[in-house]
């Protein structure tokens, strides 16, 4: 399945990767083996999202909250990551795929920091797709860092306005997502890009993540495509 030709595409699309736990389970899998099943369909996304003529896709992956999880879940989970960049960050490369980390730094062990910050280097220059992954991010974090920041460079208080905050949140140069996709039948943003997505469009299937296809992903396009985006104004038919 394809996007219709003339359809309208989403510049930035932002997913939440969900089910990966429930995927296993119905396997009689451990939860691990689904979070490994969701990091290798984010090959397949990627690239049909940059064949469609997506400019931004971001992923979240790991919230601020996931850390309460058991301790073996989050140590294989940052394995995995680890895995994914030592895998996937030269394959990207060479598709002019430009990598993002999103969230804090702080909190991923040394080697696994100085893994993503090597990605984010070496892609540095590309002008390709831009990959986001949300990785130990929470939109209220985002918030507050952000806040910290401008306090810090000591711009008065007149001066703040949406703009300024924007440019202070970790996703500092990308649009705002214009459809945020969510799988495994849940229905809200669990602290994902809770700024960005004010004006979102919100697209969820029952899939979960490991069986979302490029076909689901065109779907999510073409119902963005017939929607009317009015950011809180009205055209004069309506």
């Given at each position: 399945m394809s996007t219709p030709e003339g359809a309208r595409?989403?510049?930035h699309i932002a997913v939440i990767m969900d089910g990966n736990g429930r995927w296993a389970r119905k396997r009689g899998l451990p939860r691990l083996?689904?979070?490994?099943?969701?990091t290798e369909n984010i090959r397949a996304i990627v690239s049909e999202a940059d064949k469609a003529g997506v400019r931004f896709l971001t992923l979240y992956a790991f919230s601020t909250e996931n850390w309460n999880r058991p301790s073996l879940e989050v140590q294989g989970l940052m394995q995995i990551l680890g895995d994914?960049?030592?895998?996937?960050?030269?394959n990207l490369h060479?598709?002019?795929?430009?990598?993002?980390h999103l969230g804090r730094i702080e909190g991923l062990s040394p080697v696994l920091a100085r893994k993503v910050n090597y990605a984010v280097?070496?892609?540095?220059?590309?002008t390709g797709l831009t990959l986001a992954i949300a990785f130990n991010y929470g939109g209220r974090a985002d918030i507050v860092d952000a806040v910290r920041r401008i306090i810090a460079t000591g711009i008065r208080a007149d001066q703040i306005?949406?703009?300024l905050v924007s440019a202070y949140l970790s996703t500092a140069g990308m649009p705002d997502p214009d459809v945020v996709i969510r799988t495994s039948g849940e229905r809200r943003l669990s602290n994902f890009l809770i700024w960005q997505a004010a004006y979102s469009e919100y697209w969820f299937t029952p899939v979960f993540w490991p069986d979302f296809r490029p076909e689901h992903l065109h779907q999510a396009i073409s119902e963005y495509g017939r929607r009317e985006r009015r950011f809180g104004g009205l055209t004069e038919q309506s």
């Open positions: 595409i989403p510049q083996a689904g979070h490994r099943a969701g994914f960049i030592d895998r996937e960050t030269q060479e598709q002019n795929v430009r990598l993002r280097d070496v892609t540095r220059n590309n306005d949406d703009q």
